[in-house]
């Protein structure tokens, strides 16, 4: 017979090592960023799976599944969503909403913080340090734990902080810092 087949005792498996647990790292998030991934995960939930379910009931009514593209691609799009839902759900759970407006009028950069500041070559760039969820470099947009938002965290205007590149370290001047005004 097969080693295949046959049965081990529930001990034997065990070889005393437990695997390790993924270490759950903050997940700060503003408002308006919580509230977005809210939104899609309501969507998902309350309009686009109960859709494709229908359409996937439907298609398993019409006989062999085998050759139906309904059923097979609904039951595709619909591991994708579920998919897409418990990654929204578990990200949402351990999000810590952080409001950047409460630091409005200060000059020192915090989460949330829209930052100009000078190169060694002297170009400007502007960047917003959001959470890991919401950051968009397209929109000029880094998130919290990027190189240069670790750079430039705590430093207030006027630093010259130093920022590691694949490049080398380059020191970069913190020009001005903003927050949106309460209640915007």
């Known amino acids: 017979m097969s080693k295949a087949f046959?049965?081990?005792?529930?001990?034997?498996?065990?070889?005393?090592?437990q695997p390790e647990e993924m270490p759950v790292a903050k997940n700060y998030m503003t408002?308006?960023?919580y509230a977005r991934l809210r939104g899609e995960l309501m969507q998902?939930?309350?309009?686009?799976?109960?859709?494709?379910?229908?359409?996937?009931h439907w298609a398993a009514g019409n006989g062999d599944r085998s050759?139906?593209?309904d059923y097979?691609?609904?039951?595709k799009?619909?591991?994708e969503i579920d998919r897409r839902i418990r990654f929204l759900t578990k990200r949402l759970e351990v999000a810590e909403v952080t409001d950047p407006?409460?630091?409005?009028?200060?000059?020192?950069?915090?989460?949330?913080?829209t930052v100009t500041y000078a190169e060694e070559s002297g170009q400007e760039r502007t960047v917003t340090i959001l959470g890991i969820d919401e950051a968009d470099s397209a929109q000029g947009q880094v998130s919290w734990i990027s190189p240069i938002a670790r750079a430039l965290l705590k430093a207030q205007e006027g630093d010259v902080v130093k920022?590691?590149?694949?490049?080398?370290?380059q020191e970069i001047e913190v020009l001005t810092v903003s927050y949106p005004a309460p209640g915007v």
């Open 6 to 17: 046959t049965r081990e005792s529930e001990g034997d498996d065990d070889d005393g090592v």
């Open 31 to 33: 408002p308006q960023g």
């Open 44 to 56: 998902l939930i309350d309009h686009e799976r109960p859709k494709v379910v229908e359409v996937v």
């Open 67 to 69: 050759e139906n593209g």
């Open 72 to 75: 097979i691609y609904g039951k």
């Open 77 to 79: 799009r619909l591991r």
């Open 101 to 113: 407006s409460v630091h409005h009028g200060r000059d020192q950069v915090f989460f949330g913080a």
């Open 163 to 169: 920022l590691a590149t694949p490049l080398g370290t």
